[in-house]
């Protein structure tokens, strides 16, 4: 199958800071990326869509200005979480998807705020 | 709302025998379905599909048996081994959406 890469996969950060993820398809050009957050023994909860070269389709109770999600190559999609707070500690999950197939996932980041 | 449910937060079977994962959805729009197997810190790998056109869809020690007038799905894992121990999501998608909506998952431990 497909390789999704993410970076970091897990990073601790202060209360008030922002935080940036990568998330990579290696071995093919995505045209859409999706973002995932998950809590402890919950589901994959989507947050937003973005497709290459234009701005990302964010679910319904998801800050916009707060997860700053660009899509600026077929290959790469950046999450940044910012000015994080305690809350927003969680998996996040980035997926990509070429066309209308598969989609694949990467490993995921863990994000713990203090 | 969730649209996908999976009831069964764990299961444990032995080593061997056949592992049942069940998962139940509400919205009639969904037409193609997904089993998604992870582990903790990781990302999720697809297993398997079934479009809504099919009843049963097999791979190897995998089948997917689709329900369409109970909206029901469920994975059968046959015979079951230690490295299926993991967590399976069912997903699915459907209609103009093209994201998947995915369940709460079940844990799966397969005991020696």
């Known amino acids: 199958g497909a390789v999704v890469s993410q970076h970091p996969s897990w990073v601790i950060c202060k209360s008030g800071t922002s935080v940036k993820i990568e998330c990579r398809s290696l071995d093919f050009q995505a045209t859409t990326m999706f973002w995932y957050r998950q809590f402890p023994k919950q589901s994959l909860m989507l947050m937003a869509t973005s497709n290459e070269g234009s701005k990302a389709t964010y679910e319904q109770g998801v800050e916009k200005d707060k997860f700053l999600i660009n899509h600026a190559s077929l290959t790469l999609s950046t999450l940044t979480v910012t000015s994080a707070h305690p809350e927003d500690s969680s998996f996040y999950i980035c997926s990509a998807r070429r066309d209308l197939g598969e989609q694949y996932f990467g490993p995921g980041t863990r994000l713990t705020v203090t | 709302d969730q649209q996908v449910k999976q009831n069964s937060p764990s299961l444990s079977v032995q080593e061997g025998r056949i592992s049942i994962l069940n998962c139940d959805y509400t919205?009639?729009?969904?037409?193609?379905f997904l089993w998604y197997k992870k582990y903790p810190a990781e990302g999720p790998t697809f297993l398997i599909s079934?479009?809504?056109?099919?009843d049963k869809n097999e791979d190897g020690r995998f089948t997917v048996f689709l329900n369409k007038s109970a909206k029901h799905l469920s994975l059968h894992i046959v015979p079951s081994q230690p490295g299926d121990s993991a967590v399976y999501f069912c997903?699915?998608?459907?209609?103009?959406?093209?994201?998947?909506?995915f369940g709460t998952g079940t844990r799966l431990q397969v005991t020696l």
């Open positions: 079934i479009s809504s056109i099919k």
């Open positions: 997903a699915a998608k459907g209609g103009t959406a093209s994201k998947l909506t």
């Open positions: 919205n009639s729009m969904f037409d193609y």
